[in-house]
């Protein structure tokens, strides 16, 4: 309800509802003590701040009826690039705005795919797969090395040597004329790793299978 009513107050409506007389416009203050520092100060310049809009508007308003001039009364909002002239207050365009997240030294956009990959190594973990396939052959020479994060214990022996049957088997299926094929044995190893930990954890962790070309 709040959002819909800051929302109809963007667009110039008056809301009337059943607490607006006792809205306080800024958070600090309600609208008798906002008048009586209006009254005290006699700005010729207002600009509301701290609140929802409609608040702010109110604020504004407010400040019209005790004497500021329409003009020289403005709601700015997060982002507006404000103007103080000798024909009152403007709204002249917009500067970038919002939360800026740190990373490292990196100061700036942090891409979504980033955010959830963080989010779901937080939440599920990670699983690297190593082996090692001589390119004309096709024979396994090194591996399967199987290294976990954040998802289970190293010495818990049981689901580490469960883990590591279930990529030999799959790795030994793949016939040796297809292991050239890495994109195909990465796909077979992810698949493996992660109804593994579906049906014995429940869990989805990020798999990361590495082919060392021997």
Not at 33 to 47: C, D, M, Q, T
Not at 68 to 82: I, P
Not at 175 to 194: G, H, Q, Y
């Amino acid at each position: 309800m709040s959002n819909l009513i800051n929302r109809l107050s963007r667009l110039g409506a008056k809301v009337l509802y059943r607490p607006i007389a006792f809205t306080h416009a800024s958070g600090h203050a309600f609208r008798d003590e906002l008048a009586l520092l209006h009254n005290l100060v006699k700005p010729k310049h207002f600009i509301p701040i701290h609140g929802e809009y409609r608040h702010l508007n109110l604020h504004a308003e407010l400040a019209v009826r005790l004497g500021v001039e329409a003009g020289r009364s403005q709601v700015v909002v997060d982002g507006n690039l404000a103007q103080l002239d000798e024909d009152g207050l403007q709204v002249i365009g917009q500067v970038e705005h919002g939360k800026i997240l740190i990373d490292g030294k990196g100061v700036g956009e942090i891409d979504f795919a980033t955010l959830h990959d963080r989010r779901h190594l937080s939440a599920n973990g990670m699983v690297m797969i190593v082996v090692g396939i001589n390119e004309s052959s096709g024979e396994i020479v090194y591996g399967p090395e199987i290294t976990t994060k954040g998802l289970i214990a190293d010495e818990n022996e049981i689901i580490m040597d469960e883990l590591y049957g279930a990529v030999a088997v799959v790795l030994e299926a793949i016939p040796t004329a297809e292991r050239s094929d890495w994109i195909e044995v990465k796909a077979v190893l992810r698949r493996a790793v992660k109804k593994y930990f579906r049906t014995t954890l429940d869990k989805k962790p990020i798999i990361l299978p590495v082919i060392i070309e021997l």
